[in-house]
T-cell receptor
């Protein structure tokens, strides 16, 4: 099992540019989460998908952020336009189900730097 | 609402000594509790979880955690720390009626040789 795969590992962009982060969850997992990690705010849940459907996007900071999951094996998080305060590590995580005792499997993250 | 507190930003111990990382939680119902570890430039890795049953939970790499309902705590422990245990540790809680996993701020553990 290859685990949760995220790309790119690092992204450096200029303010105002569009950024797209990608995630491939573990095969057979039907729950997917996007988290953001910063020193100031720790780990924040941005959005949660179940069976490819967005269930809760209340953590998405602004309309500049959007996420999609067109199929069970792929999800994207897009920031348009990007701003310096978006600089953070973005993690994708998946789990087998919505059972409350299921653990999450995390990808290695995307380090985003917006200049 | 659910929340997690990790009162220590950093824990420093000598190799071979016992290691404890503290965690307290707040939930409205019954908690599902988790510990994760993050090594530099890596994603979080699952260590152990408490769902129900025995208050002492054993997990990966020799770690264990004790659930204390009266103190609403779930401290992570290792009897003899290794230098390779140096990492960032996160406690997380999920209320029985919620899918969201809320993480603590994290505790940086440094084990010196």
């Amino acid at each position: 099992d290859a685990g949760v795969i995220q790309s790119p590992r690092h992204e450096v962009t200029e303010m105002g540019q569009e950024v797209t982060l990608r995630c491939k969850p573990i095969s057979g997992h039907n729950s997917l989460f996007w988290y953001r990690q910063t020193m100031m705010r720790g780990l924040e849940l941005l959005i949660y998908f179940n069976n490819n459907v967005p269930i809760d996007d209340s953590g998405m900071p602004e309309d500049r952020f959007s996420a999609k999951m067109p199929n069970a094996s792929f999800s994207t998080l897009k920031i348009q336009p990007s701003e310096p305060r978006d600089s953070a590590v973005y993690f994708c995580a998946s789990s087998r189900s919505t059972e409350r005792n299921e653990k999450l499997f995390f990808g290695s993250g995307t380090q985003l730097s917006v200049l | 609402a659910q929340s997690v507190a990790q009162p220590e930003d950093q824990v420093n111990v000598a190799e071979g000594n016992p290691l404890t990382v503290k965690c307290t939680y707040s939930v409205s119902g019954n908690p599902y509790l988790f510990w994760y570890v993050q090594y530099p430039n890596r994603g979080l890795q699952f260590l152990l979880k408490y769902i129900t049953g025995d208050n002492l939970v054993k997990g990966s790499y020799g770690f264990e955690a004790e659930f204390n309902k009266s103190q609403t705590s779930f401290h992570l422990k290792k009897p003899s720390a290794l230098v390779s245990d140096s990492a960032l540790y996160f406690c997380a809680v999920r209320d029985w009626g919620d899918y969201k996993l809320s993480f603590g701020a994290g505790t940086t553990v440094t084990v010196r040789a």
